[in-house]
């Protein structure tokens, strides 16, 4: 349990903060299905303009230190491996 004030304080901020980054990843998992069930479909149209969305999405994830920068790269590079080979 927490003694002093500032250790009452940061159990109260990180609590608020852990909701604010669950969304952020539920958030970016989320675009990623959109590009996966895409793919899926076969459909190469939807699954570049899903891309498209989920790459500032990572980007803005690693900005707020939610998903680490070599996580968000190789999620990137493997999402646009099988975008592009879908030709």
Same mark, same amino acid.
């Given at each position: 349990?927490?003694?002093?004030?500032?250790?009452?304080?940061? &159990?109260?901020?990180?609590?608020?903060?852990?909701?604010?980054?669950? *969304?952020?990843?539920? /958030?970016?998992?989320?675009? &990623?299905? *959109?590009? %996966? =069930?895409? $793919? %899926?479909? #076969?459909?190469?149209? +939807?699954?570049?303009? +899903? $891309?498209?969305?989920?790459?500032?999405?990572?980007?803005? #994830?690693?900005?707020? #230190?939610?998903?680490?920068?070599?996580?968000? =790269? /190789?999620?990137?590079?493997?999402?646009?491996?099988?975008?592009?080979?879908?030709?």
């Amino acid at each position: 349990m927490a003694n002093t004030p500032q250790a009452r304080k940061r &159990i109260r901020r990180n609590e608020r903060r852990t909701v604010i980054n669950k *969304n952020r990843v539920s /958030r970016i998992r989320t675009y &990623i299905k *959109n590009v %996966e =069930s895409a $793919l %899926e479909a #076969g459909d190469k149209k +939807a699954a570049s303009e +899903a $891309l498209a969305i989920v790459q500032p999405e990572l980007a803005r #994830g690693v900005a707020r #230190g939610v998903v680490h920068k070599n996580t968000a =790269s /190789r999620k990137y590079s493997r999402l646009n491996k099988r975008v592009a080979a879908l030709a």
